[in-house]
């Protein structure tokens, strides 16, 4: 298992990552070879595709030029490696959830993840249950205590990020459904809805629901 340690400023709270930043343009070039569209397995074919010559990609894939992070990520889509952009997230952390994709193998067939997805969602209420019942029992202006048996509850909570984000990549592969499409009828709904964090506009004028 290899790790990379990220220091923040004087060198407190340093975040372990699973891949390393250096093996970027290995993994990229691993996409590429194994892309899910056979017309994209040249250096030249997805240089086309990214607007950038095969001299550029050969550097990226050799370590000796390290891509934007938005080249990066539509190096993945456009391989069909979703996959890669969670890589990539969890080596720069890009965000608190970016942790490591679910294991490709589990992302192919719509019925192996619905099966995880089932699981993974029982033991996410039975955990919320848990975390419920420790959160009622908290006395008026005392903090819960955090302890490791309450970390592995809400870990499993947690764990219904990948596990959507698998089944997702399951049900692109398998029966064609278009993520992208998904992404926009979410926001669509959650946007008339008012459930979405307003526009900076809508901010400054102080349209925000309270």
């Not at 372990?16 to 993994?27: I, V």
């Not at 539509?74 to 994709?101: N, R, S």
């Not at 278009?178 to 009828?185: A, F, L």
């Not at 809805?193 to 004028?205: A, S």
Request: proline share 4%; aromatic share 8%.
């Amino acid at each position: 298992m290899i790790y990379q340690y990220i220091a923040s400023k004087g060198g407190q709270n340093k975040v372990n990552t699973y891949y390393r930043k250096s093996n970027l343009g290995e993994w990229l070039r691993y996409f590429r070879i194994n892309s899910r569209d056979s017309s994209i397995e040249s250096q030249s074919s997805l240089g086309k595709e990214l607007h950038l010559d095969q001299k550029q990609i050969s550097k990226i894939e050799r370590g000796e030029v390290e891509p934007r992070i938005e080249t990066a990520f539509k190096w993945c889509e456009i391989t069909g490696w979703e996959e890669g952009q969670d890589i990539i997230a969890h080596m720069y952390q890009l965000h608190p959830f970016a942790v490591p994709p679910v294991h490709p193998e589990l992302s192919q067939r719509l019925s192996d993840s619905i099966g995880n997805m089932r699981q993974q969602m029982l033991t996410a209420i039975e955990s919320l249950d848990h975390i419920e019942r420790v959160n009622n029992k908290r006395r008026p202006g005392r903090d819960l205590e955090i302890d490791d048996v309450l970390k592995k509850r809400i870990s499993d909570l947690f764990d219904l990020m990948p596990a959507v984000k698998s089944m997702m990549y399951a049900a692109k592969r398998d029966i064609g459904l278009d993520i992208k499409e998904i992404n926009q009828m979410w926001t669509r709904w959650c946007v008339a809805d008012q459930v979405v964090m307003p526009t900076l506009n809508q901010m400054e004028q102080g349209k925000v629901m309270v």
